[in-house]
């Protein structure tokens, strides 16, 4: 299992941007693929980044695609995610997730390791 902590959450201007960072510790020696999700009040929590525990291929959900970028640095076993052109929709509640599969997997219920999350707020 692994342990995730975000932080980096905070409020930015339209237009802005924001970096996420996620550390995991415990099991940092096995492959996971790990992940971005976010939540809003009233909507289904969405996996919006994405990359392979081995594979290390990144997806990306169409509504950040080319505005964000998820990167991570395995020496400080840190992901992060770089928010740019932040748009009032993506204020949400942004949480990191990881699942021990070499690939992403399509069935989101796989991450069963998750942080507590982080507050993203979006002024206009």
């Known amino acids: 299992q692994r342990q995730l902590a975000e932080s980096g959450g905070g409020s930015v201007q339209a237009g802005g941007s924001l970096t996420l960072s996620c550390v995991s510790s415990?099991?940092?020696?096995?492959?996971?693929?790990m992940a971005w999700f976010r939540q809003a009040p009233g909507k289904d929590r969405e996996r919006i980044a994405c990359?392979?525990?081995?594979?290390?291929?990144?997806t990306y959900a169409d509504s950040v695609k080319g505005r964000f970028t998820l990167s991570e640095d395995r020496a400080k076993n840190t992901l992060y995610l770089q928010m740019n052109g932040v748009k009032p929709e993506d204020a949400a509640m942004y949480y990191c997730?990881?699942?021990?599969?070499?690939?992403?997997?399509?069935?989101?219920?796989?991450?069963?390791?998750w942080g507590q999350g982080t507050q993203v707020t979006v002024s206009s």
């Open positions: 990359i392979g525990g081995g594979d290390g291929i990144t």
């Open positions: 415990g099991d940092i020696y096995t492959r996971y693929a």
């Open positions: 997730a990881a699942a021990r599969f070499w690939a992403c997997p399509d069935d989101v219920t796989l991450f069963n390791n």
